[in-house]
């Protein structure tokens, strides 16, 4: 049996060229988000002294504990502002560029950043440090372009899954940062300015891969115009000649918005039925960033610390925290496809609001050894509830709530949303966590309360429905004849039988019983750049 036989069989729709290139995706574009997202936490006290001994050096004073602490929130916040910069600009890049190309591109800016981050050193330059965490920012928001690329090149039943690697690549490449930021790692004060700059190493390993596969189908054919090159692309994706059902449905797109232009931001927030679309879109990233994941993530070690775990414990709780989220990740992208997005979605919001009122209620007894072990608790079972619902969730149905021609931007305008309020979190915590002290939490916990509501009652289901479909929930008008929702179809559908009709609907093709590899003949003809 061939490996794609095995995929198939085992994982509807999924076949080697799309986990290929869905690993390089991960690891190329995805990873280098999450990893310099915590890079810092670990080895914190090391760079605020090296931090003081570079401004001694050049200033010929110390900087005060006030001053220290001031630049170290510039610093961490940073890595939002630059995100909120690469956002601005992600709908006009990927509708310019392509997004495989956007990626590859991106790969340029992760090579400077980690040149600023590894040579601050030995520069005496703090910053350095700061001008490459704002690069790698910058990096972040940019990155928001796999969403977009996973959604366009997967099978409809698999769009939840691939989606949800976005969040696994982040979830992964946090616990690894934490690790290797301990002192018997990389984080020592030899080793730091690698530990900085070691996102090279994966944009090495995308650079290498990803030109070997395709550009989105979706976006050569319905932006581009260019059917035989989308063809090709979406027979290499499949592994098989079979995808004329699938061709079928995206020329039906295609003709919906053959007269119709690509809507920058004002035209998205001029049409009321995107509008409405664009504001469950941004509610679903803020049930992420106003529910205090931006405080845990960008302070977890120092939160630690403060409540009487030290050093290196905290640093141990802070991967035990990235444990349970890469856990909770890979748990969310099963159920997905199981029970849709609502659902993941709601336990989460909810299931944080509730947690972060309780951290408040447990933060507020920091000398008893019982609190301290419940805070950390609860603080674990925020990450949990999270990343079950808003974190995994986040990252994938933005591209779902958008026709073609609208969803650039309206998934530009999503993230913007989202890296603003992160911005704002991640400036004001440290001086909200002094004024309100523990109970700053109750602002978070109030946030989620207010969104789960909005939520329960905005958001439509959009597991293996076809995207005209969702989107005429919203009122907007379509003149495409997709088939309406096909129910109870999985990724994970191994022991569930089939009948043969129901999967050329579902999934715009049949794959034979034992499918093979595209034949050599296609590879050649193909245009590895398209």
């Not at 996102?199 to 070997?212: E, G, R, Y």
């Not at 925020?382 to 079950?388: C, D, E, G, L, Y």
């Amino acid at each position: 049996m061939s490996i794609n036989s095995f995929l198939s069989r085992n994982f509807k729709g999924l076949t080697l060229p799309l986990a290929l290139t869905a690993l390089s995706v991960t690891i190329g574009t995805t990873f280098p988000f999450g990893f310099n997202y915590v890079v810092i936490n670990a080895p914190q006290e090391l760079l605020e002294q090296f931090f003081n001994s570079s401004y001694n050096n050049s200033h010929g004073v110390y900087m005060t504990e006030e001053q220290l602490t001031v630049l170290w929130s510039v610093n961490a916040g940073l890595y939002s502002v630059g995100a909120l910069i690469g956002s601005l600009f992600l709908s006009f890049l990927a509708d310019l560029l392509g997004r495989k190309r956007m990626m590859l591109c991106i790969n340029l800016l992760i090579f400077i950043g980690a040149a600023l981050m590894g040579f601050a050193k030995y520069a005496d330059s703090y910053e350095m440090v700061i001008g490459g965490r704002l690069l790698f920012g910058i990096v972040a928001g940019f990155s928001s372009v796999a969403t977009i690329y996973f959604m366009e090149i997967s099978p409809r039943q698999l769009r939840g899954a691939m989606g949800g690697l976005y969040e696994l690549g982040f979830a992964t490449s946090m616990l690894i940062a934490t690790g290797l930021g301990l002192p018997s790692a990389l984080g020592n004060e030899a080793l730091w300015p690698i530990l900085l700059s070691l996102t090279a190493f994966s944009s090495v390993i995308q650079l290498s891969t990803l030109p070997f596969s395709r550009e989105s189908p979706r976006y050569l054919l319905v932006n581009k115009g260019k059917p035989d090159e989308a063809k090709r692309a979406l027979i290499f994706f499949r592994a098989t000649t079979d995808v004329d059902k699938e061709m079928e449905e995206l020329n039906q797109e295609a003709s919906a918005q053959k007269n119709v232009n690509q809507l920058n931001w004002l035209g998205v927030l001029k049409d009321p039925h995107l509008r409405k679309a664009l504001l469950v879109s941004i509610s679903i990233h803020m049930s992420l960033q106003l529910g205090g994941v931006v405080a845990v993530l960008y302070y977890s070690t120092k939160m630690f610390a403060n409540i009487g775990i030290t050093y290196p414990g905290a640093v141990y709780a802070s991967m035990g925290v990235s444990v349970v989220k890469l856990c909770m990740n890979m748990c969310s992208m099963y159920t997905i496809e199981r029970w849709g997005r609502r659902i993941p979605e709601l336990i989460g919001t909810g299931g944080q609001a509730i947690m972060t009122a309780l951290l408040t209620v447990f933060l507020s007894f920091p000398a008893y050894e019982w609190a301290q072990i419940l805070s950390v608790l609860f603080t674990v079972l925020f990450i949990a509830f999270n990343t079950f619902g808003p974190a995994t969730i986040t990252f994938m149905i933005s591209p779902e709530l958008f026709q073609e021609n609208a969803r650039a931007s309206g998934v530009s305008m999503s993230f913007v949303a989202q890296y603003m309020a992160n911005t704002i979190i991640g400036f004001s915590f440290p001086s909200l966590r002094i004024v309100l002290g523990q109970y700053v939490f109750l602002i978070f916990s109030t946030c989620s309360a207010l969104l789960f509501v909005y939520i329960y009652y905005n958001l439509p289901e959009t597991m293996n429905r076809p995207i005209e479909d969702i989107v005429r929930e919203f009122g907007v008008k379509t003149n495409s004849n997709t088939p309406k929702t096909v129910e109870g179809e999985s990724l994970f559908m191994k022991d569930i039988p089939e009948p043969e009709e129901k999967a050329a609907l579902s999934n715009g093709y049949a794959l034979p019983e034992d499918a093979a590899m595209i034949s050599n003949e296609n590879h050649v003809t193909d245009d590895p750049t398209a």
